[in-house]
Nanobody
Framework: HVQLVESGGGSVQAGGSLRLSCVPSGVTVSRVCMAWFRQAPGQEREGIATIDKIGTTTYADSVKARARFTISKDNVKNTLYLQMNNLEPEDTAMYYC??????????????????WGQGTQVTVS
């Protein structure tokens, strides 16, 4: 049974940084494709970045241009990360990690992912 647990969210001032973590159980990060999504109140869940089994990363166009977010993983610690720099109030959202055995054809659709964490709140003021 696969479970994902996020942590690292919090309240920060604009321009600050946070690093989110996601620890899976029932699977290792080296065996699955993983992603970070976020969802602001009243908005759809938005894909941010993916990382596949061998560490290849992709970023959604909405975050790529400004290069403020970096997805990574540590196979030894079995942890997925999202480093977020120069945060803006518009980044305020619940942040979720997701996993799937094999990256989905449509990675930015939430419906392509099999497993989800409970989310961690990020608030930027």
């Amino acid at each position: 049974h696969v479970q994902l647990v996020e942590s690292g969210g919090g309240s920060v001032q604009a321009g600050g940084s946070l690093r989110l973590s996601c620890v899976p159980s029932g699977v290792t990060v080296s065996r699955v494709c993983m992603a970070w999504f976020r969802q602001a109140p009243g908005q759809e869940r938005e894909g941010i970045a993916t990382i596949d089994k061998i560490g290849t990363t992709t970023y959604a166009d909405s975050v790529k241009a400004r290069a403020r977010f970096t997805i990574s993983k540590d196979n030894v610690k079995n942890t997925l990360y999202l480093q977020m720099n120069n945060l803006e109030p518009e980044d305020t959202a619940m942040y979720y990690c997701a996993a799937r055995f094999g990256c989905p054809v449509l990675p930015w659709s939430q419906f392509g992912w099999s497993y989800w964490g409970q989310g961690t709140q990020v608030t930027v003021s």
